[in-house]
């Protein structure tokens, strides 16, 4: 089945330390969506990108890095820079960046807490 | 500054009944989406319904119904005959439509809704 799938589910950082989330999609969509989600809230973007080798800052891109080698694949980083990054993060793609009515999907979600 | 409102952070409703969850949104762009997404408890996001600004009618999706007022700058979503798998949260986004916009979706802060047997 096409989907997006992100791993690990659960991830643990320490200190001063770099972790990298992984998602990967089979729908052949060009755009790809990081998005953080605090407890009780909505979700902020982090970065995203319309096609291969680009990518654009979000509202929150602070201490994140992506990027986009291939279309299928867009991890993202979270590094020493990012000091409170315990959140739950959501990959998505979508079939027309440049549109407004291509809905989103979305992946399962990574929880990262901080050790 | 482009943004949505979700007002009720949490809804109850008894099973069978319909249920209104309200959103607003504000932007000065005459082209956008509202897009409506259901999180279970497991946190995956579901699309539900799309509305575009230049819709003429309400657009429906089985259960769901957006209830669009573009004067009103609302897009409620109705969803009828409720189900206890209904329970959820529901979230209201908007992505704009302007070309350098990439899609990007704004989303509410979120209602709760919780279906009683």
């Known amino acids: 089945d096409g989907g997006i799938t992100q791993s690990p589910k659960y991830l643990f950082r320490k200190e001063g330390q770099n972790v990298t989330l992984s998602c990967e999609q089979n729908l052949n969509h060009d755009a790809m969506y990081w998005y953080r989600q605090d407890p009780g809230q909505g979700l902020r973007l982090i970065y995203y990108s319309q096609i291969v080798n680009d990518f654009q800052k979000g509202d929150i891109a602070e201490g994140y890095s992506v990027s986009r080698e291939k279309k299928e694949s867009f991890p993202l980083t979270v590094t020493s820079a990012q000091k409170n990054p315990t959140a739950f993060y959501l990959c998505?793609?979508?079939?027309?960046?440049?549109?407004?009515?291509?809905?989103?999907?979305f992946g399962d979600g990574t929880r990262l807490s901080i050790l | 500054a482009q943004k949505i409102t979700q007002t009720q952070p949490g809804m109850f409703v008894q099973e069978k009944e319909a249920v209104t969850l309200d959103c607003t949104y504000d932007t000065s762009d005459p082209s956008y989406g509202l897009f409506w997404y259901k999180q279970p408890s497991s946190g995956e996001m579901i699309f539900l319904i799309y509305?575009?600004?230049?819709?003429?009618q309400n657009a429906t999706e089985g259960r769901y119904s957006l209830n669009f007022q573009k004067a009103r700058k609302s897009a409620n979503l109705v969803i009828s005959a409720s189900q206890l798998g209904d329970s959820a949260m529901y979230f209201c986004?908007?992505?704009?439509?302007?070309?350098?916009?990439?899609?990007?979706?704004?989303f509410g802060q979120g209602t709760e809704l919780s279906v009683k047997p």
């Open positions: 998505a793609s979508s079939n027309d960046g440049v549109g407004s009515n291509q809905p989103q999907h």
């Open positions: 509305q575009g600004s230049y819709d003429q």
């Open positions: 986004a908007m992505s704009l439509g302007v070309y350098n916009q990439g899609g990007k979706l704004i």
